[in-house]
């Protein structure tokens, strides 16, 4: 049974920090790592000691993990950047808290003997005799160990401990995955040998001048020794454990969410009937109005699920090829039971959700491709507008004109020029983008504008069929990219004061254009009106949009069952980055580095000297076998990875790429990792360093083709819209919601209440329940959707047996004790 963990977490705000700059102030950034391995870094909010960044992330980690830290720095344009506090969560802490955790903590000081990461290899065996007792230790190797030199390595030793006898390895210089493969031995006498005692293995880097650095330790209870004489194997290093904790909060402190969702997934064949019930909703000639497996699933949805539970359906749905089927059906209920057009898919229903889900699912290179370039002209430009008399600041309006003081007429007047330029840019991308638009998009929308053309026929309503299109493609897809690019990975960073300002005028234009202009002068922002002229003249090139973009076969539409989101020949990720010039070792490592243009897509890694560039290399996806981050001290550059690759022969070939800061180097490894996560030769292990000088900078091991020293991380990944489709995975979410609903649907559909007890009433009962001939029946009449309601409980007892029934064979497997589920 697979193990699946997700970690969701966002970074709020931060308050009360302590000014680290000479002005009195700070500028402060949070650091986010995963056992010690940096995930991310959010922006710096510059001379603020109350800083809000807003940003939030999924991770994926199938191998589970072990801590959650967020390190706040002070960003130094000279120098070092100086460290402020940090706040460290277990796995066991954030999965104590059912709903997940949300609150301020309080910064802690970093104390470098808990900032310990790694493993070491030891076999432990205890050696009797009538005279002594021995304990013979071989210290094997150790891998990942934290890097306390400048050169960014250690000089690694090792220390066994037991009661006042010790004894220590060689020390080997500059790696952090030393091989020592010593064997160590401490005699005792018997009368010293205590259950309760502790055999300690302490790893140092040893410094020249000062005192050495702490570098992790295990503890082994003696009695594990008594018990399992041979003990082998490798152990996680532990810190010291005496953390400090800043119970005041000199240090300032932190406003974090952060959830943990932990899954075991079963083999497929058990999740088959319940996919099977999903597909039965969209496919079966039934009435729309009937109840099925998907309108129950919704009965049980919560509203803060809802989200979560849309876009697993959409992928389900995409997986199976009846992503369209799956939405007409949701889209046809909804409209059907809408009166009222103008409340139509206002509601946060699942029909609404899972359109706008869908939307991010097949849509966000669609959308990068019409925004982007504008979006970047906004965030370079950095203009002051402002519509709003109350929020005119004369003192920001200097670059505006060079012949001194300007009035407010005139800073309404330049904005209203510079938004009637960005507005009308955006417009005409989107209103060019026909051909663009993914042809599954469309068919989707063509659907929605016959279902409610057929509801409101009227002419009065004539607009109807055009807003429900364009409520979704408007207001909840393009309007929220503008008011937040980074969210939508338009941009690596949020917005400063003001770029986040024009995007918020922009976007609430860009609604009223979806809106087709039809609320214009009804709100309470009269100030907008200037922008009223631009918005009702791009109305009818909108519903000239809108009618075209529906203009398409239905069969073009693909209903084969895919592995991914998108199409294999589209571009997922695509930008320059620096790749090493391998024919030049005796390169200096800044200039081994050639600036090169990259395109990913599901088949192949390629690249150029510019995006048009005739000649381009490449790499087929399926031949690559590992993408992870390599060690700073291999080129003496930061935020470099390799993506290494077998040919046909077996060959395994290496190439290095530097990216410019550690969010886009996450970025990339997650999209490789995602394309090649199907691949069968992934390497179970690495070199984190480069064979250079004939050896490798990490192990120090001079044999090029010696396994690598570091396991590798092929499943870690960002969660995003690119993920891979996982039925599995999926279906196992929706298992969890009806777990969590079937006590509902098992009363509303499955119980028979028996509060109708007259005499007249027993009576018609007891003829009733007999047929003419004498013969007693027990043949009730079916409620509405019992049937479907008992099929799918059934499944979900199912699923529930089976989780059940593989967790007792785990724990026999860990323990050799049969137990019953």
Avoid at 104 to 123: A, C
Avoid at 197 to 212: A, H, I, L, R, S
Wanted: proline content about 5%.
């Amino acid at each position: 049974m697979a193990k699946n963990t997700s970690l969701y977490f966002r970074i709020v705000e931060g308050r009360n920090l302590p000014a680290k700059d000479v002005s009195g102030t700070s500028d402060p950034y949070c650091i986010v790592k995963v056992d010690n391995e940096v995930v991310a870094r959010t922006a710096t909010v510059w001379k603020n000691l109350n800083p809000f960044w807003g940003e939030e992330y999924t991770l994926h980690l199938p191998t589970g993990f072990h801590s959650l830290s967020f390190h706040v720095m002070d960003e130094d344009t000279i120098g070092h950047d100086d460290v402020i506090g940090k706040i460290t969560l277990s796995k066991e802490a954030i999965g104590s808290q059912a709903k997940g955790l949300d609150s301020w903590l309080n910064l802690t000081r970093v104390n470098p003997d808990e900032e310990v990461q790694g493993e070491i290899h030891l076999s432990l065996e205890l050696l009797k005799d009538t005279e002594k007792i021995s304990l013979r230790c071989q210290v094997i190797e150790a891998r990942d160990l934290a890097p306390r030199d400048i050169s960014g390595t250690s000089d690694p030793f090792a220390r066994v401990i037991f009661n006042n006898h010790s004894a220590e390895t060689s020390i080997i210089k500059k790696t952090r995955f030393p091989h020592w493969g010593e064997t160590l031995e401490l005699d005792f006498d018997p009368e010293e040998l205590s259950e309760e005692g502790t055999v300690t293995v302490e790893v140092w880097d040893w410094d020249m001048v000062g005192k050495n650095d702490f570098l992790g330790k295990v503890e082994i209870p003696f009695a594990c020794l008594h018990k399992t004489p041979l003990l082998e194997g490798w152990f996680r290093l532990l810190p010291l454990g005496n953390n400090e904790v800043d119970a005041g909060g000199k240090l300032g402190a932190l406003r974090l969410k952060v959830r943990l969702v932990e899954d075991r997934i079963l083999p497929s064949v058990y999740y088959q009937p319940l996919i099977d019930l999903l597909v039965e909703s969209v496919i079966s000639p039934i009435e729309v109005e009937d109840s099925s497996a998907l309108t129950m699933l919704e009965e049980v949805t919560t509203v803060e699920s809802r989200q979560d539970v849309a876009m697993t359906l959409v992928k389900i749905y995409l997986g199976q090829g009846l992503v369209v089927p799956f939405l007409d059906y949701l889209n046809t209920r909804e409209v059907n039971h809408t009166t009222d057009p103008n409340t139509l898919f206002r509601s946060n229903s699942l029909a609404s959700k899972a359109m706008e889900q869908f939307m991010k699912a097949v849509g966000m290179l669609y959308l990068h491709e019409v925004l982007k370039p504008i979006i970047n002209r906004i965030f370079e430009e950095k203009k002051y507008i402002e519509l709003d008399p109350c929020k005119i600041d004369l003192n920001r309006t200097r670059r505006i004109s060079f012949k001194g003081a300007v009035s407010e007429a005139e800073v309404r007047d330049s904005s209203v020029e510079m938004l009637q330029g960005y507005l009308t840019s955006i417009t005409e991308s989107i209103v060019g983008s026909v051909d663009q638009c993914p042809p599954v998009m469309r068919v989707a929308f063509k659907q929605l504008h016959k279902r409610v053309e057929e509801q409101f026929a009227e002419p009065e309503n004539e607009d109807v069929k055009y807003l429900a299109i364009s409520g979704f493609f408007f207001l909840r897809f393009f309007a929220p990219a503008i008011l937040t690019p980074k969210l939508f990975q338009l941009r690596d960073q949020h917005a400063d004061t003001r770029t986040s300002r024009t995007l918020l005028l922009l976007a609430k234009a860009l609604q009223s254009v979806g809106n087709l202009g039809l609320q214009l002068g009804h709100g309470k922002e009269q100030w907008m009106a200037p922008l009223h002229p631009i918005i009702l003249r791009s109305v009818a090139s909108v519903k000239d949009f809108l009618d075209k973009l529906i203009d398409i076969d239905h069969d073009i539409v693909s209903e084969v069952p895919q592995r991914a989101v998108f199409m294999p020949s589209v571009t997922v990720k695509e930008g320059y980055l620096h790749k090493h010039k391998a024919e030049g070792p005796q390169l200096l490592s800044r200039f081994a580095f050639k600036k090169r243009y990259f395109w990913l897509t599901s088949e192949t890694l390629s690249y150029a000297k510019t995006p048009d560039w005739q000649v381009r290399s490449s790499i087929p996806i399926q031949c690559v076998c590992a993408v992870e981050r390599v060690d700073e001290n291999a080129f003496q550059q930061q935020n470099v990875m390799q993506v290494i690759s077998q040919d046909n022969d077996g060959q395994l070939h290496t190439m290095y790429i530097q990216c410019k800061n550690v969010n886009e180097l996450n970025q990339w490894l997650s999209a490789i990792r995602k394309v090649s996560i199907y691949n069968e030769r992934m390497l179970p292990s690495f070199h984190p360093g480069a064979h250079r000088s004939g050896k490798w900078t990490c192990c120090l091991q001079a044999d090029r083709p010696v396994t690598g020293c570091s396991r590798t991380h092929s499943a870690v990944t960002l969660g995003d819209w690119s993920d891979p489709l996982d039925p599995d995975v999926e279906t196992q979410t929706i298992y969890k919601q009806l777990l969590q609903g079937r006590d509902k649907l098992r009363k509303k559909y499955l119980e028979v209440p028996d509060t109708d007890q007259t005499p007249s009433n027993k009576e018609k009962k007891i003829s009733s329940d007999h047929r003419p001939d004498g013969a007693e029946c027990n043949v009730q009449p079916l409620k509405p959707g019992q049937s479907v309601a008992a099929r799918l409980l059934a499944v979900t007892e199912d699923l529930e047996q089976a989780h059940a029934t593989f967790q007792c064979r785990e724990k026999e497997d860990a323990t050799g004790v049969i137990l019953n589920p």
